[in-house]
């Protein structure tokens, strides 16, 4: 197996395919509007969606780098990146559909990559790293969600991956 074929199964293992842990997607399924604004009262913690918003924001950040883009915003503080919400389901389902589509996107682009192409410099370090960066980043975040809906109630006490 190529490192290009590795890093594409893992992309897809931390997004929506599971292997060892639940990944984002199966974290985000079921997830309404109300729940995905929702925070524990009191506590100093990030909602679901500005979690997804601040995911997106990395992502669509680095997609724009990738294709020799200079990115069209740029977040004063890493705080910025975890934006406000909007109201309603279809908000929160452009959001999520918005999610889904910039990691397409990166896939198909990593796709198209050679292993020495994914270790040149990205600018500094190889571009495998940054993408593996993003794989924990997510794996991070996506536990996070999980705990927010184990707080909430919505996540199920025991669940199967088969």
């Given amino acids: 197996?190529?490192?290009?074929?590795?890093?594409?199964?893992r992309w897809d293992e931390c997004f929506g395919q599971e292997d060892w842990y639940p990944p984002?997607?199966?974290?985000?399924?079921?997830v309404t509007a109300e729940e995905a604004a929702w925070k524990p009262e009191g506590?100093?913690?990030?909602?679901?969606?500005?979690?997804?918003?601040?995911l997106l924001y990395?992502?669509?950040?680095?997609?724009?780098?990738?294709?020799?883009?200079?990115?069209?915003?740029k977040?004063?503080?890493?705080?910025?990146t975890f934006s406000s919400v909007e109201d309603?389901?279809?908000?929160w389902q452009k959001t999520v559909d918005r999610l889904k589509k910039v990691h397409g996107e990166i896939r198909s682009f990593l796709s198209g990559?050679?292993?020495?192409?994914?270790?040149?410099?990205?600018?500094?370090?190889p571009l495998a790293s940054l993408i593996?960066?993003?794989?924990?980043?997510?794996?991070?975040?996506?536990?996070?969600?999980?705990?927010l809906r184990k707080l909430k109630g919505s996540w199920p006490a025991s669940r199967s991956s088969e």
Wanted: no cysteine.
């Fill in 1 to 9: 197996m190529s490192q290009t074929q590795v890093l594409l199964q």
């Fill in 24 to 30: 984002l997607v199966p974290a985000l399924e079921g």
């Fill in 43 to 54: 506590e100093a913690v990030n909602s679901i969606w500005e979690n997804v918003n601040h």
């Fill in 58 to 73: 990395y992502k669509e950040y680095h997609l724009q780098r990738m294709r020799g883009e200079n990115p069209d915003f």
């Fill in 75 to 80: 977040a004063s503080s890493n705080d910025e």
């Fill in 88 to 91: 309603g389901d279809e908000a």
């Fill in 113 to 125: 990559l050679s292993d020495s192409e994914l270790n040149a410099p990205f600018p500094t370090r």
């Fill in 132 to 147: 593996h960066s993003l794989m924990m980043h997510d794996a991070y975040h996506t536990g996070q969600i999980i705990l």
